[in-house]
């Protein structure tokens, strides 16, 4: 029906970057916006990104303010959304999840999730 598909995650230093891909494919009528969430080990998931598929705007959650940033694709891949992270801590050591928000398929309303991506940050 509806995929996301992730890409991306690995292992890096303290200080490194990495870029987070999310693909989404399927029987997609309209979106309202897509996101990238975390979950580390014990804690609950939180939102990191988001964008709005309307009209570009995007929020980020305080503790990556500066340092990551969500982008979309061009017109011929608009589905596609990025996950740019500098400066990483060992703190956003997490599985990261893509999530599509308010999708419309013809079975009707409703939000999906990628399968998750590890992004582990450690010397």
């Known amino acids: 029906q509806v995929q996301l598909v992730e890409s991306g995650g690995g292992l890096v230093q303290p200080g490194g970057s990495l870029r987070l891909s999310c693909a989404a494919s399927?029987?997609?009528?309209?979106?309202?916006?897509m996101g990238w969430y975390r979950q580390a080990p014990g804690k609950q998931r939180e939102s990191d990104a988001s964008i709005n598929l309307r009209n570009n705007i995007t929020e980020n959650a305080d503790s990556v303010q500066g340092r990551f940033t969500i982008s979309r694709n061009n017109a011929k891949a608009k589905n596609t959304v990025h996950l740019q992270m500098n400066a990483l801590k060992p703190d956003d050591t997490a599985v990261y999840y893509c999530n599509a928000e308010r999708v419309a398929t013809l079975d009707g309303v409703r939000d999906f999730w990628g399968q998750g991506t590890q992004v582990t940050i450690s010397s």
């Open positions: 399927g029987s997609i009528i309209s979106f309202a916006a």
